[in-house]
């Protein structure tokens, strides 16, 4: 796991009098090898079904993050517009977008996810994921409970010994959920993501919505709290601000935004090099990749 720290009092000097660009705020990155790995014991048949089911969601596995790049973009947010506010141009993730990237198309009769007021019950997850109730093995980091990710990857390489593909793939969504779009915790799926993945197994409830939701209310807490850690899916974030900024030639007239990623080509800098890019991007740089 690697933090980085961003404090652009040292990064933007032309604006380094306005407070919401001159605040810490650590993007915690992990790399999920392992389970991308325990993924590839999937069939291929098994794999199409899981794609069918829970969309692009298992090709986020693959994708590097940089994260300099998302602790420098966070530091334009504007928590009264609810958007980046870069010098040049307004910029914000949306429903469409993300959408796009997942393939979960929200319609208008789709049910999106809703907190009931509680938390799924733990037995329901355990049969969900083809455990007894006594089996499920919770840990706790601070007021925060949950299944941690040494658990759920033992977990899966036992169901793929044991050629157990259904809760292989129910398994293996969850906790994508839990450490990939909903990952409050780290190293930890808990009972918030949890509950989201269990109301889209029972009911469909699309999660898209609340991914979108966790962002905005993660960047304003930062902000509000002048410094903190990004508590989002910073996978999606990424590809989304990746690709609006140097896919023009890799993205024809249907885009795949996270299973092309790979052909676009983006750049590495430092924390300062990130502010300046940010900075200087004009309208016509960006490539809006959502038809």
């Not at 605040?23 to 990155?29: D, L, N, P």
């Not at 796009?100 to 907190?115: A, C, G, I, N, T």
């Not at 991914?211 to 209310?217: C, E, S, V």
């Not at 800098?269 to 300046?276: C, T, Y």
Request: net charge neutral; aromatic share 10%.
């Amino acid at each position: 796991m690697e933090e980085v720290q961003v404090n652009t009092s040292q990064a933007i000097e032309c604006n380094a009098t306005e407070p919401r660009r001159n605040i810490r705020i650590v993007v915690v990155g992990n790399e999920f090898e392992k389970i991308d790995e325990l993924s590839r014991l999937m069939s291929k048949e098994d794999k199409d079904a899981f794609n069918r089911r829970y969309g692009r969601i298992l090709d986020l596995l693959a994708i590097r993050v940089k994260i300099k790049s998302l602790s420098a973009l966070a530091q334009f947010w504007n928590t009264d517009l609810r958007c980046f506010e870069l010098p040049n141009l307004d910029m914000v993730p949306t429903i469409e977008e993300y959408d796009l990237m997942v393939r979960l198309p929200v319609k208008e009769k789709d049910v999106v996810y809703q907190y009931k007021g509680r938390y799924v019950d733990e037995k329901k997850i355990a049969k969900l994921i083809g455990l007894l109730p006594n089996q499920l093995k919770f840990g706790k980091r601070g007021s925060i409970l949950g299944l941690r990710r040494t658990f759920l990857e033992d977990h899966l390489k036992v169901l793929a010994e044991q050629g157990h593909w259904k809760h292989f793939k129910i398994t293996l969504a969850l906790t994508i959920y839990g450490l990939i779009l909903f990952p409050f915790t780290s190293d930890m799926v808990d009972q918030a993501a949890m509950d989201v993945f269990f109301q889209f197994e029972e009911n469909g409830a699309n999660p898209i919505p609340a991914i979108l939701a966790d962002t905005f209310l993660s960047m304003m807490v930062c902000h509000q709290k002048k410094g903190g850690s990004l508590r989002c899916c910073s996978h999606m974030l990424y590809v989304w601000i990746m690709t609006h900024l140097y896919a023009r030639h890799t993205m024809g007239p249907s885009p795949d935004p996270l299973r092309d990623f790979d052909s676009v080509p983006t750049k590495d800098f430092d924390a300062r090099g990130w502010n300046e890019e940010f900075s200087h991007t004009k309208d016509n740089q960006i490539t809006w990749v959502c038809p």
